[in-house]
């Protein structure tokens, strides 16, 4: 089978043989696949692929589902809302602290996603993915509140990269893990479009990081630069307090309210078949079914590689495994044919393009909502208003997106007018085109209508790349691809603030050129990426990913 075939179509799988179950030949139809890894890997894939086909054909979507999605939803609203909450807190900061340059605050989350999410994708390995994934919140939520309280900028820098680190765990099981370590692992294949309704609660955490801005910082706050006590400007840390309280309390609703379990797929990899099949058993119960699958089945699925050999990995194994989703062993796959080293190529690049041109406009959104348009009513509650608006923007967008990857789920005889590629390329343009009408802006309203806009096509951009890019790497080596794309996307984020500081003064005038400088950027960041969207060889519309 080549590498571009690994999107295939599954809606004729049906039950047609009792003794042999369609699960079973659908594993030993694709032990092919699973030969390319050697040893426990090849068992672990063809462990895998048979508990996806009990997914799809008895255990299904049922109330579970409906609850980790809702529980890994939080997990996307908490890490937006920490990514907002440090753009929104960077006017009062640069009034109180008198930071040299503010943008370091934003430089210092990044550097901390990006430690974050490649420490927590291994850790997930060693301790398990439930444990890591509950520990990332509760680190966010902690350093959060203590952020609140930092008196001087470098502990505040300090203190946000803590941060940064909390919940670049959570991306780790959004981006990195191949199909969700944590919902997707767990979701039938017939509802997999849902990961890109999950990029709703992304604009849901911007929502409700600017709800509790407005107010907070709106009555909270100096006016006036020259004069700022701490007492007349606690409206920030009163907004990171209650960030940090909320990001806590879904710590603390992962471990009580939520049936949280254990991913059957890790715990398959870790030799231990009786607990996951446990697990997928309290799944099916919970959903109102039964399952089927027995142990025997589960044990008896060991490829070419024979049953005695042992499945069980020790730490160092798990450590090596984890660390060789990097190597080129592992990437080497996703070159294989001409086709598809093209796709692998523009993917990466599109993700690297978009993870510099959303953080230049939106990481500094508050800041050029006060200095864009000199005459405008430039008071921190008229501020924060605008910016609750374009954040209620950004939740049709992530609606839209999800409709459309549902349409052409359905309907994979049209995709050729409104497939994933079509609306990627559309809605990135569009952002871009909003974007250069930004920075013409002379009235307020010019200025909140193209950011209200800019809002709307940037979520509907992203929730159809959050579906691309997991369907259209090759099964074996999918975990790989995402981890790139995921790493390349924090690395540029690093570098927004640098031009940022770069092409700005302290105070947001042009060092060198024009003050919309950083904007201009974005703009044409994102009129390039939509352009190399265009070029994807390969379509997924209409497909599952194997």
Sequence with gaps: MQPTENIVDIADTKSKDVEKSPATESVSSNLDLAAREEGVSAIYEAKSRLINEYLQTEIGFGR???????????????DNIWLQGVAIILPQIQRKLNPSRVEFTTLSLYVGLLVGATTWGILADLIGRKLSFNITLFIAGV???????????????????????????????HETFSLGAIFLEHVPRSHQWLLTLLSAWWALGQLFASIVAWPLIGNFSCQDASFCPKDSNMGWRYTFYTLGGVTFVMWIMRYVVFDLQESSKYLIAKGRDEEALAVLQRIAAKNGKTLTLTLSQLQSVSGSVPSSQPSKLSTAQVL?????????????????????????????LLWGLIGLAYPLFNGFITLYLTTQVKDTDGSVGAT????????????????????VVDWTRKNPGKFSLGGRKLTMAVSTALTGVFLYLFTTSTSSAAVLGYSCAS????????????????????????GTG??????FNRFTGTLAPVIKIVTTNADGSASNGTANGPIFVSATLFMVTSALMLLLPIETAGKAAL
């Excluded at 080497?332 to 190529?345: E, V, W, Y």
């Excluded at 208003?385 to 999800?402: D, E, F, H, L």
Aim: proline residues 4%; contains cysteine.
């Design 64 to 78: 579970y589902q409906i609850q980790l999605f809702v529980l890994t939803g939080l997990g996307w609203a908490a």
């Design 143 to 173: 350093f959060g509140i203590a952020a609140g309280g930092a008196n001087n900028f470098t502990t505040l820098g300090a203190l946000v990269a803590c941060i940064g680190f909390g919940i670049g765990g959570n991306d780790a099981y």
């Design 320 to 348: 090596i495994k984890a660390v060789s989703s990097f190597s080129f062993s592992h990437v080497t796959p996703l070159f294989s044919t001409r086709r598809l080293a093209i796709n692998t190529t523009i993917t990466l």
């Design 384 to 403: 924060y208003r605008s910016y609750t608006i374009i954040s209620v923007m950004g939740i049709p967008g992530s609606v839209i997106a999800c409709l």
């Design 455 to 478: 809002g709307l096509t940037q979520n509907a951009m992203y929730g159809v790349l959050f579906a691309y890019t997991p369907e259209v790497f090759p099964a074996p080596h999918r």
């Design 482 to 487: 995402d981890a790139l794309c995921s790493a």
